[in-house]
Structures are given as structure tokens and as C-alpha cells.
């Protein structure tokens, strides 16, 4: 793996790899278990963006819970021919994956990292369509999935999925952001209006997601008193978390909407892989494709998550 001069693998027994990444402008970490980013924090005011449970699992048997989970190719539960699936596990595969150095380039402006997973193509991901193409292997699949981390005085996360077959596909996911807001009762999200969904049950269903009956108006003032779970039907690009001191911008690109996610006190308390007082220092902003987008041969789409 060749690596630059502002990066560093951390490899310990029974723990996921890690990338230090520190240059002029911030410090960060990527988890290759996963090319999962777990910290950012800007030189400038050394505050850290990201947050990353006490209990996370970090021994690459479960997918790291904070940081920003890559969810691919599909968001939320697995659905098939419009119907939940539930042997797939939800947001995809490749946050469970190891992923690989493509490329780390330091220059003037920051670091570049580049990562691929091991495997674009598995169950649950239909992307031979009809048959395969003349030519195109069995079992290899017609999309490649790349992953762009750029460090300097801001995060930019870009996931470019592009299909290198013959046949279409459809594809869906996140850039599943954990924000670090030390409390979520000061806590206000600014730059969304519109339409949400309230905790749908099934993402893909686009009859649901549709329905004005399932939907709800973003309120002015967007703050969190109780469990939150919204799929915004918005692709509002830039967003600001302000919190009681300091404010997190996040500008999206490439989505189709926005999920806004605190799991709030019980569900905090279920989850072994969060503290039980987790919600109060976390809100997930994710930049989502929860309609799916349609790739046809030699086309792709970014994904885009910037953070200052
Ligand atoms: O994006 C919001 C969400 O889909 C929630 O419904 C919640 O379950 C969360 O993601 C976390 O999912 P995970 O599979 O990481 O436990």
C-alpha cells in the first residue's frame, strides 16, 4: 500500500486499520474496515465534526457505529420486486467490507485519499440486469464504486459509482453522517423546508414516499425533543447544525434527500453499540439516495458530503 507523507496506517491486533491523516490544515482518521472516516477536526479551531460512539465495534465484525457509514447500493432495508427483504442487512454491503488504497496524494491544499472496496458486486445488488453482456465476465458485475476522501480546511467525502457494462442499473444509499453536537437539546438544523416522511417503513417503496398522506411540513425551527427518524424529500444542498457555540456546515451533492436521525433515549439504551446517553452528542445529517438513481453504460454519479 503506498501511502504519502501525511499518512499513516495504524494496524493493532483485533482492530480495524486505520489511516492518520494529519497535514497542515486538520487531522482526520479512515477506517479501511468499512473506508469509513472516523474523525475530522480543522486545524483551525481543532473541534472535532464527527462523532463516534464509546461502544462502537471496532474490531471489523460489525458495521462502526459514527463516523460516516458508507451505505451502498441500497438505503435502509433491502427491498425486492417492492417487497422488504430480510436477509440483506440494511444499508447495504460495503460498510461491513475492507477497502482498499488506490491512491493518497498530499499537495498544497491538503490530502487526497482514494479507496475501493473489495467487492462493488454481491447479493442483493442486481447489476448484470437482463443478462449479461457479451464479453463481461460472470460474477464480476458492471459497476465500479470509488471513494474520495479530501482533507484540507474542509472534509469533502465523494462516493462515484459508475457503470463500466452494457446493461443498466439502479442503485440507492447515504453518506450516513455522525455529527458530534455535545447536545442535542441546543441543538437546531438550518437550510431544510419542504416535505418529510416520519420513519417510513420501507424507503423504497416510492408509492409510500409519495403519498401526501405519509408526509409532513419542516418546521421552521428545527429542533429535537423526542426520537427522530425523517427522510426530507429535499435536495437542499447546504445545511447548517448550530449548536450552542459552534455551528457544523454540510453541503450535500448528488442526493435525493436528506435523513435526519437521532435515535433519542430507548433507542439509544437498545443499541449495544451506543451508550446509553449517545443521543445526546450525536445527530445524523445524511446526504441519501432513497428513490434510487438509474445508471446507464458508461455513466456515473457522485455522492457528496462537504464538511467545515
Ligand atoms: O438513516 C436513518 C436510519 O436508517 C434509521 O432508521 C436508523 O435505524 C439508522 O439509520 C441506523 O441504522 P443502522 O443499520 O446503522 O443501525
Known amino acids: 500500500?503506498?501511502?504519502?507523507?501525511?499518512?499513516?496506517?495504524?494496524?493493532?491486533?483485533?482492530?480495524?486499520?486505520?489511516?492518520?491523516?494529519?497535514?497542515?490544515?486538520?487531522?482526520?482518521?479512515?477506517?479501511?474496515?468499512?473506508?469509513?472516516?472516523?474523525?475530522?477536526?480543522?486545524?483551525?479551531?481543532?473541534?472535532?465534526?464527527?462523532?463516534?460512539?464509546?461502544?462502537?465495534?471496532?474490531?471489523?465484525?460489525?458495521?462502526i457505529r459514527g463516523g460516516v457509514p458508507i451505505c451502498w447500493p441500497w438505503f435502509g432495508e433491502h427491498v425486492s420486486n417492492g417487497h422488504p427483504s430480510v436477509k440483506r442487512q440494511a444499508h447495504g454491503y460495503v460498510r461491513t467490507q475492507q477497502w482498499q488504497v488506490v491512491e493518497c496524494v498530499d499537495s498544497d491544499i491538503g490530502t487526497v485519499v482514494t479507496l475501493k472496496p473489495e467487492a462493488a458486486v454481491n447479493p442483493g445488488f442486481d447489476s448484470l440486469g437482463e443478462g449479461e453482456a457479451e464479453g463481461e465476465a460472470e460474477g464480476e458485475g458492471n459497476v465500479d464504486l470509488q471513494l474520495t476522501v479530501s482533507i484540507g480546511n474542509v472534509?469533502?467525502?465523494?462516493?462515484?459509482?459508475?457503470?463500466?457494462?452494457?446493461?443498466?442499473?439502479?442503485?440507492?444509499?447515504?453518506?450516513?453522517s455522525y455529527f458530534n453536537i455535545e447536545d442535542i437539546s441546543q441543538t437546531q438544523l438550518h437550510g431544510l423546508s419542504g416535505d418529510y416522511l416520519d420513519k417510513a417503513?420501507?424507503?423504497?417503496?416510492?408509492?409510500?414516499?409519495?403519498?401526501?398522506?405519509?408526509?409532513?411540513?419542516?418546521?421552521?425551527?428545527?429542533?429535537f425533543e423526542k426520537e427522530t427518524d425523517n427522510i426530507h424529500l429535499s435536495v437542499e444542498r447546504r445545511l447548517s447544525i448550530r449548536a450552542a457555540n459552534?455551528?457544523?456546515?454540510v453541503e450535500s451533492q448528488g442526493h435525493d434527500?436528506?435523513?435526519?436521525?437521532?435515535?433519542?433515549?430507548?433507542?439509544s439504551a437498545a443499541m449495544a453499540d451506543m451508550q446509553d446517553d449517545?443521543?445526546?452528542?450525536m445527530l445524523c445529517v445524511e446526504a441519501a439516495i432513497t428513490q434510487g438513481v438509474t445508471l446507464a453504460p458508461n455513466e456515473q454519479h457522485t455522492l457528496t458530503q462537504i464538511i467545515r
Open 246 to 249: 459552534f455551528s457544523i456546515d
Open 278 to 281: 449517545g443521543y445526546q452528542s
Open 155 to 176: 472534509l469533502a467525502v465523494e462516493l462515484t459509482t459508475k457503470n463500466v457494462g452494457a446493461t443498466p442499473f439502479e442503485f440507492g444509499g447515504a453518506l450516513h
Open 1 to 63: 500500500m503506498q501511502l504519502s507523507k501525511n499518512v499513516e496506517l495504524r494496524s493493532a491486533k483485533n482492530q480495524v486499520d486505520v489511516l492518520i491523516i494529519d497535514n497542515d490544515f486538520s487531522e482526520a482518521q479512515i477506517s479501511l474496515y468499512g473506508g469509513h472516516v472516523l474523525s475530522f477536526a480543522p486545524k483551525s479551531d481543532n473541534r472535532e465534526r464527527l462523532w463516534v460512539s464509546e461502544c462502537a465495534v471496532l474490531d471489523g465484525t460489525k458495521a
Open 257 to 267: 434527500s436528506i435523513v435526519v436521525w437521532n435515535p433519542w433515549i430507548e433507542k
Open 201 to 223: 417503513p420501507s424507503f423504497i417503496d416510492k408509492s409510500s414516499v409519495g403519498a401526501s398522506s405519509g408526509l409532513q411540513v419542516t418546521p421552521e425551527t428545527y429542533i
